[in-house]
């Protein structure tokens, strides 16, 4: 089966901001976001949440899925960066799981990795780090 971003048939469906799911959580350790290229419009969605959340993975994003929605995987990653997020790396599984930091003036985010944004000093994983 070939994947298409081409719009075939529209449904709709009933959504809901981030905040509006967390509105009663007051600490969040891991927010993993996969939303086949909305991650923007999810991250936006949610300032509050995010600002209670000390680590967020981003599964997945690209640049077939992104220009869905009319804008760059960098936006997304800048954006979490721009609010706080202070350690970012990219998470391959090409070859074993490695963990890289991320160098977003370099990325291009062909690949179909996962990219996790801290807020926390995480150096003790310096071994895991490529």
């Known amino acids: 089966m070939e994947f298409s971003n081409e719009i075939k048939d529209k449904i709709s469906i009933d959504a809901c901001s981030l ?14 976001i996969d939303t086949e290229g909305a991650e923007i419009m999810t991250l936006r969605s949610g300032p509050e949440t995010l600002k209670k959340t000390q680590t967020v993975l981003v ?19 800048q954006y979490l960066l721009d609010i706080g997020f202070i350690n970012s790396f990219r998470i391959s599984a090409n070859n074993g799981l490695v963990l890289s930091k991320l160098k977003i003036s370099e990325e291009t985010f062909t690949s179909p990795d996962y ?9 003790h ?3 895991f780090i490529d």
């Open 115 to 123: 990219y996790l944004f801290s807020r926390q000093d995480i150096s």
């Open 19 to 32: 905040d509006f799911l967390t509105a009663e959580i007051h600490k969040i350790n891991l927010l993993k």
């Open 59 to 77: 599964g997945l994003f690209n640049p077939y899925t992104t220009s869905r929605f009319n804008y760059e995987a960098k936006e997304a990653a």
């Open 125 to 127: 994983l310096e071994d």
